[in-house]
């Protein structure tokens, strides 16, 4: 059973990413504040999860969250600010579009880039420890799953529908054979450095 909160009296976001270490697509962050006093034992960290379970989950947490919201940062700001900085401006962005302002944030993994002046605490592997973190992590990975799938529809050799965009064997073969398309990451190494040179036309 994972914790409600860090602190009881306040009102706690928990903050989560998905997509951090992909070859292709946008990375997709969280921010989910739950009432007080929820109890969910069916939530956990969304690897652990089944994705039926996980499915299943977004509705509830999305019908029952105090407030949450999810946002994205583009390939081409991946490329432009790095991997890091772009999944916590993701998470920024999450938390600018919350409609209840919460007073303090619980942060999946080692480093966070300030949100204002709002406290904070990062959590190494938060999402199997509190519930609002790991809420958020459901929710991050459901949306950008969604969202991998859509792309899958255009470009559907590289198999994204299943590996999400995530660096498996058939997904390099399919980049070394067909070549590299806009929802790659350019600032990632795709192939062996022998092979990368020109898959973006450079």
Request: hydrophobic fraction near 40%.
């Amino acid at each position: 059973m994972l914790l409600p909160y860090l602190a009881p009296d306040r009102l706690e976001a928990g903050c989560d990413e998905a997509g951090r270490g992909c070859l292709a697509g946008p990375v997709f962050a969280a921010a989910v504040i739950l009432p007080p006093g929820y109890s969910n034992p069916a939530l956990n960290d969304s690897k652990k999860l089944k994705e039926a379970e996980r499915d299943a989950l977004r509705r509830t947490i999305e019908a029952e969250a105090l407030a949450w919201q999810v946002a994205s940062f583009s390939v081409a700001e991946i490329d432009r600010f790095n991997i890091f900085q772009s999944s916590y401006r993701a998470m920024h962005r999450a938390l600018d579009a919350l409609t209840t302002r919460p007073d303090f944030l619980l942060i999946d993994g080692k480093f966070f880039v300030p949100y204002g002046d709002a406290p904070y605490e990062c959590v190494i592997k938060g999402d199997g420890k509190f519930q609002s973190i790991a809420a958020a992590g459901i929710l991050a990975k459901t949306h950008r799953d969604e969202h991998m799938r859509r792309l899958d529809e255009q470009y559907p050799q590289y198999g994204w529908k299943t590996n999400a965009g995530y660096p498996t064997i058939a997904h390099r073969k399919a980049i070394e054979t067909y070549g590299a398309t806009e929802h790659h990451r350019k600032s990632f190494r795709l192939l062996k450095e022998g092979k990368q040179y020109s898959l973006f036309g450079e």
